[in-house]
């Protein structure tokens, strides 16, 4: 039978991994890479029939999981597929202070997971199925925070805001292409993930925002990975996918 194939960076927690236990069905292969895979994405697969592989790799040392994809991609028989998916979901907040507090370890690896990996995972993904005739999709998960800036999140907003740009210059490549893919670098809105709990605990004299993050807490105001998982993978299967290559979950 035709397969529907995805591969997800960042798949063992938060939005990553509810995106994965959603995209979990017959006929549905997956190819999860994060640090700590996650055991019972395994154990969900295999009680639906799914077939799931899953990486332990860093995704700071981009170059190397790249290398891994091409090989992995090569090795599969594309005629099998109906569909590719290459979903980058991975990013990662260093620690909130203002630039010039910084390490630059962190800066480095927050660049590296957040814009260097999703950006050599697209080459590898777009060269390695460039012969495949059926539907190919790259969907980014960018962030409001690269398209405004917010003090001591450099980083974070660099990497976003690279990703947003670096996905309108893909989406004018692939228009060349007869069979080029869709792409689209979407913002899925405020969810109550770990990535939330580090910028409400920050101390208040390093982010002048932390205020506003616990509010949106106390207020209710956090959409659950789950519920941010169906309207992005809604939003992945829309006919109109890539019609706008940065995009909003909440412009729907």
């Known amino acids: 039978m035709p397969t529907h194939l995805y591969v997800i960076t960042g798949a063992s927690r938060g ?26 994405l395994d154990d969900q697969a295999k009680a639906v029939g799914c077939a799931v592989e899953q990486w332990a790799m860093d995704l700071a040392d981009a170059p190397t999981v790249s290398a891994r994809l091409a090989q992995w991609l090569q090795s599969l028989n594309l005629q099998l597929l109906e569909s590719a998916t290459l979903i980058n979901n991975a990013g990662m907040i260093p620690s909130i202070v203002p630039l010039r507090d910084a390490h630059a370890d962190e800066t480095t690896r927050a ?4 814009l260097e990996a999703p950006m050599l995972l697209t080459s590898a993904f777009l060269r390695h199925t460039e ?8 969907l980014n998960i960018s962030s409001g925070l690269g ?10 907003c660099a990497a976003k805001a690279g990703m947003d740009h670096f996905t309108r210059c893909l989406a004018l490549d692939e228009a060349l292409h007869v069979h080029g ?4 670098s979407l913002a899925p809105g405020v969810i109550d993930t770990d990535m939330q709990i580090q910028l409400r605990d920050a101390p208040a004299a390093d982010f002048p925002d932390q205020a506003n993050f616990s509010k949106l ?35 729907a």
């Open 131 to 138: 012969s495949f005739t059926g539907p190919r999709k790259v």
């Open 111 to 114: 660049l590296q997971v957040g």
């Open 181 to 184: 893919a869709k792409v689209c």
């Open 217 to 251: 807490k106390s207020s209710g105001q956090l959409s659950t990975a789950q519920d941010t998982a169906r309207q992005v993978l809604s939003w992945l299967n829309r006919p109109d996918f890539g019609a706008h290559p940065v995009a909003d979950v909440r412009d």
């Open 15 to 40: 939005l990553g991994l509810a995106m994965a236990e959603q995209l979990l069905s017959p006929g549905h292969q997956l190819l999860c890479i994060s640090r700590r895979p996650e055991t019972k």
């Open 147 to 156: 398209r405004r800036p917010m003090a001591s999140q450099a980083a974070y």
